[in-house]
């Protein structure tokens, strides 16, 4: 396993997590097989999302899809970050993700998109990965640098990320400054050490949980193995710097410290953090000291990719931007 570039110093009272942690499970307990997966993202957005947030949100069309700018007090309009949010391809919405968007505005000092993706069973492999890509051409149709944009994601939404990397590269694309993977899924068969190692740390994800996501999000069309669905087993020399969060006790830790590892092998300036005694996207939480930290830690290396005097310079021939 590859060793953290730096682990968060800040430590939680172990009662502050568990009481995350019963949240969370107040709400997974309740799903069964036959619940309706409208009952399953309503479920998810009320126990995620917010109404007020210490930012601006405005309703955005990005092109065919629908999210919002959220941008908090004092943010660079000029500097974007586009969000893709988790939730296992099948929950998860820009609402549900409205605090820690709000977060990281105020932190990276830029407005940040979160876009509402197509979701499975009604849309499989590859809708999302395609939604995915189709906003941050959007980004670039209005004008905006290429370098004065970054891309993040959790879990589900960090494989998103790295897809359209990956597609954007060997496009010959314009690619983002830089990217965040919180939590990242990059591993769709789940074959990392970590779903054994870590197994009774992780109150929440299980290996046969994480596979059948894969399943009801890819059907019979692609290999949970292949480059092009897991960013774990592609070719990843020529993307931008990367910043990879996760928890000590996730079974997808693998995902992020082999990620991280090839990564680096391949040229990569990829930064790994790894909190210790955290969950599954626990920047999620704001009442824990490690995800304020988290959030912190993004907001140095977000502001390092789009404020440094280089991007700034290549700018200044673009057309300010919507």
Do not use: K
């Not at 069309?61 to 941008?71: E, H, I, K, S």
């Not at 605090?99 to 809708?127: F, K, N, Q």
């Amino acid at each position: 396993m590859t060793r953290p570039d730096q682990a968060l110093a800040e430590r939680d009272d172990p009662a502050a997590v568990e009481a995350v942690i019963a949240r969370v499970l107040g709400v997974y307990r309740r799903w069964r097989r036959d619940t309706p997966v409208v009952q399953m993202r309503a479920d998810w957005d009320q126990l995620f999302g917010a109404d007020a947030v210490d930012a601006q949100v405005e309703p955005v069309a990005v092109g065919d899809l629908l999210g919002d700018w959220v941008v908090a007090p004092g943010a660079d309009a000029t500097r974007v970050m586009l969000y893709l949010h988790g939730g296992g391809f099948q929950v998860g919405s820009a609402y549900s993700h409205r605090e820690l968007m709000a977060g990281l505005s105020a932190a990276c000092g830029c407005r940040v998109l979160g876009v509402d993706y197509r979701l499975a069973p009604g849309h499989r492999w590859p809708a999302a990965h395609d939604d995915a890509l189709a906003a941050w051409e959007w980004l670039l149709s209005q004008g905006h640098d290429p370098q004065r944009l970054v891309m993040a994601g959790d879990s589900a939404g960090g494989n998103l990320v790295l897809g359209a990397l990956l597609r954007l590269r060997d496009a010959g694309r314009p690619l983002p400054a830089g990217a965040v993977l919180l939590s990242p899924w990059t591993d769709m068969s789940a074959s990392g050490e970590s779903y054994e190692t870590r197994a009774a740390s992780d109150p929440i994800h299980q290996r046969p949980m994480i596979q059948a996501m894969a399943r009801n999000y890819l059907g019979e069309g692609a290999d949970a193995r292949s480059p092009g669905v897991s960013p774990l087993f592609a070719d990843l020399a020529g993307l931008p710097p990367l910043l990879l969060q996760v928890g000590d006790r996730e079974t997808v830790l693998s995902d992020a410290t082999d990620f991280a590892r090839r990564a680096q092998a391949a040229g990569v300036d990829a930064r790994l953090q790894v909190a210790d005694g955290m969950i599954h996207v626990f920047q999620q939480f704001p009442e824990l000291a490690q995800a304020r930290a988290a959030r912190r830690a993004i907001g140095d290396f977000v502001r390092e990719r789009l404020f440094a005097p280089a991007a700034a310079s290549s700018s200044s021939a673009t057309r300010h931007p919507t």
